[in-house]
């Protein structure tokens, strides 16, 4: 067996020098080798070509070892094009390039990055013969999203070396690096690959080892439900794709994520997740074993929840499944004035985005002060649309002058569309619906905004069930594109048809769901919420990790604390209670530090606390 790390060689990790320049790193992690030649090894080698470092790249072929050189020359003469090397520094950097089909390459190498594929069995092989080849002061890093880095040491017979290294895909592109310990993993060996990592031009974040530590274990929860959701059929692909890229900012949609990524990938980590945390969510939905089985892995196969045009392409072709034209469509009823009814900030966002797309609108509150003031905030918001150039100073006259106050509801009599955008309580929105019902014409499209709530039972409070559909709108509501278009089993078809064609009028994204609660949005967002204060609680990872994790990891827009902050944590923790109540699921169930802090008066930002503290206005 071999010698374990000394404390000499322990010593070497740590005398790093103050410089950063490829020809004096910071790092003593210099000459690295990457066993695994896929997508993430080519990725993974180019940033440390680029960072300065000695790269031997080690695959089983000599096929699969050309095929990687050749994507090393591409990728960095493409660099040159785009001047972001010059000729000088790309022939530097590929002179820095060794390769082998042996691990036995890999004998002088500072560190040893393995992305070979997620089985213990392999990896757990590749550790077992690099300890009888690599120098004993050597870093033995895998780059697993979802095994057990411990169970990994453990079978290393110098465990206090290995750690993990999780890149992200594209790792030229991706700033996140997760560098994950085990109880066993010397500190000496992750400050050396932390500096590495910083020397990249990485951000690291140190993680303990669970599965699919910060990023991946709190994006595969996600992505699982999505699928489940896409499985139970209650909404298409495109629409659910779409509703999170338009809703949330992300910058894909978690079926086209997971082909991206791979099923069969996915259905590995999920079953990882799934055995440590015995939480039903994480348990893989059954198509992804499905699609694993039959071949149809995503984007490398040319076939996953999508159809590709080649196997490993980018590009989506039509299939079997792909939504037909709206031409054979129920036509929907004509509608030329609206009725909003509310003073708050969602009402007026409304009110202004019918008034920009041509429509007369009834603006309603309980005073005429209230509605009054509601018209004044939709001028001030014209104002700035005028002062940031986006529109005339006479294009946001004529919208103002579309818009007229009231202070009763009985305004709506000759509305063809009325929609609620009233506190969100059920008691209120029946009680309103029930009016409604009585002061609008017949044939009338009766619609509500709410995010949460059963449209059915606000369809219940009126004579005509028919006519009531959901139109969840997002906020700001001038500026999001979703629209979620919510039926109700009672609906009419002419009804959804309605509120299609008028999204179409506003400029509006609409997609399609079923009324139960979450809708498409928030039954994907607020579990993947949960989840992350779920992390915070057990003293996993903190909110900066976690948020620098999902931004840069995940290319969100905000991190989850920022984002539950903003939200609100009292309107976090309502929808959540929601969401439990209506599937049941014990995962479900909202984290207790969030009920705590809402108990505690703690609400983000419009309390100057939440998860975090804020200077008071």
């Known amino acids: 067996m071999a010698t374990p790390l000394s404390p000499t060689s322990l010593a070497s990790l740590t005398s790093v020098t103050s410089t950063t320049s490829p020809h004096s790193p910071a790092s003593p992690l210099r000459t690295v080798a990457v066993v695994g030649l896929g997508t993430m090894g080519t990725g993974i080698a180019e940033v440390l070509l680029r960072a300065g ?12 070892v050309a095929q990687w050189v050749a994507a090393l020359e591409s990728a960095t003469a493409r660099a040159v094009t785009r001047g972001r090397l010059s000729e000088q520094e790309r022939a530097e950097a590929l002179g820095r390039l060794r390769t082998g089909t042996d691990l036995r390459a890999a004998a002088d190498a500072d560190l040893v990055i393995e992305v070979a594929p997620e089985s213990y069995e392999i990896k757990q092989r590749i550790f077992r013969e690099l300890d009888g080849i690599v120098r004993p002061e050597a870093v033995l890093a895998t780059g697993t999203n979802a095994l057990s880095v ?103 949609g978690p079926l086209a994520l997971l082909d991206l990524i791979g099923v069969d990938t996915a259905r590995t980590v999920l079953e990882a997740m799934y055995a440590e945390s015995r939480d039903r969510l994480h348990a893989p939905a059954p198509i992804l074993g499905q699609l694993s089985e039959a071949g149809l892995t995503g984007r490398k196969a040319g076939r996953g929840f999508y159809t590709y045009e080649a196997p490993c392409g980018s590009v989506v072709v039509p299939d079997a499944l792909t939504p037909a034209a709206d031409a054979g469509r129920t036509p929907g009823r004509v509608v030329r004035s609206v009725g909003v009814a509310g003073s708050g900030t969602m009402a007026s966002g409304i009110a202004e985005v019918f008034a920009k797309a041509g429509y007369d609108v009834i603006l309603a509150a309980r005073t005429e002060e209230r509605a009054q003031a509601a018209r004044g905030r939709i001028g001030a918001s014209l104002a700035r649309s005028v002062g940031k150039g986006r529109m005339t100073a ?36 029946r009680q309103l619906f029930a009016t409604l019902d009585k002061v609008c014409k017949p044939g009338a499209v009766l619609a509500t905004t709410t995010s949460s709530l059963p449209v059915v039972a606000c369809a219940r ?71 992350a204060i779920k992390m915070v609680q057990d003293h996993y990872a903190s909110l900066d990790e976690i948020d620098a994790a999902m931004k840069l990891g995940g290319g969100y827009p905000m991190g989850p604390f920022e984002l539950l902050d903003v939200v609100g944590l009292d309107v976090s923790l309502a929808i959540e209670k929601v969401l439990h109540r209506e599937f049941r699921e014990p995962g479900l169930a909202p984290a207790p530090l969030l009920e705590h802090l809402v108990a505690a008066g703690c609400l983000g930002r419009k309390t100057g606390r939440g998860f975090r503290e804020y200077a008071r206005r």
């Not at 700001?476 to 039926?487: N, S, T």
């Open 53 to 64: 470092r000695t790269v031997i790249g080690i695959d089983i072929g000599e096929a699969q």
């Open 150 to 252: 411990t169970r990994l040491a453990a079978d290393s017979a110098r465990p206090e070396r290995v750690l993990g290294v999780h890149f992200f895909n594209p790792a030229q592109a991706m700033r996140l690096v997760e560098v994950v310990s085990s109880v066993l993993t010397a500190p000496a060996a992750v400050s050396a690959v932390t500096q590495l990592a910083l020397d990249l031009g990485k951000e690291p974040v140190a993680v303990g080892d669970r599965p699919g530590f910060v990023a991946d274990g709190l994006l595969f929860g996600y992505l699982n439900q999505a699928a489940a959701m896409y499985e139970a059929r209650y909404a298409s692909r495109e629409d659910i794709d779409a509703a999170m890229q338009l809703g949330c900012g992300l910058p894909m």
């Open 394 to 429: 006479e294009a946001a006259a004529r919208t103002l002058d579309r818009i007229t106050p009231a202070g009763s509801y009985d305004a709506f009599a000759d509305v063809e569309l009325a929609v609620e955008a009233v506190a969100e309580d059920l008691e209120v929105k």
């Open 461 to 531: 409070a009126t004579s005509r069930p028919q006519d009531v559909i959901g139109m969840h709108f997002f906020n700001p509501a001038p500026a999001m594109k979703l629209v979620e278009v919510v039926r109700t089993v009672l609906t009419a078809d002419d009804v959804h048809a309605t509120v299609r064609e008028v999204c179409g009028t506003l400029r509006k994204h609409p997609v399609d769901c079923g009324d139960r609660a979450g809708f498409i949005v928030n039954a994907l967002l607020f579990p993947y919420l949960n989840n």
